[in-house]
């Protein structure tokens, strides 16, 4: 498994922008695809986005389509996550999670997870 560790969340006003990155261990970061997913207070926790190994490859979830890129640098072993046009309903915590080869973009398909960084955007 690859150890994860989010960071770049924190407070800003809707229509505002963050970038979220996430930092991987390991020598072997360019053989997993990356997600992130998001979970608000009492609700499930949900896809945002996903990236092939390659970065060849990418999914979004609905709600971010047209506001929010995954990218990723292999060479630093990092994925990150442009959030513009951030809107009240992105606050949650979110997360970056990893998986062996295949992209996905079901939470239980992915067999690493970092401790999440907390996003709240004011109204």
């Known amino acids: 498994q690859v150890q994860l560790v989010e960071s770049g969340g924190g407070l800003v006003q809707a229509g505002g922008s963050l970038r979220l990155s996430c930092a991987a261990s390991?020598?072997?970061?360019?053989?997993?695809?990356m997600g992130w997913f998001r979970q608000a207070p009492g609700k499930d926790r949900e896809f945002v986005a996903a990236?092939?190994?390659?970065?060849?490859?990418?999914y979004y979830a609905d709600s971010v389509k047209g506001r929010f890129t995954i990218s990723r640098d292999n060479a630093k072993a990092t994925v990150y996550l442009q959030m513009n046009s951030l809107k009240p309903e992105d606050t949650a915590v979110h997360y970056c999670?990893?998986?062996?080869?295949?992209?996905?973009?079901?939470?239980?398909?992915?067999?690493?997870w970092g401790q999440g960084t907390q996003v709240t955007v004011s109204s």
């Open positions: 990236i092939s190994w390659s970065g060849g490859t990418t």
């Open positions: 999670a990893a998986r062996r080869h295949r992209v996905a973009t079901i939470p239980t398909d992915f067999d690493s």
């Open positions: 390991g020598r072997t970061f360019s053989s997993y695809a």
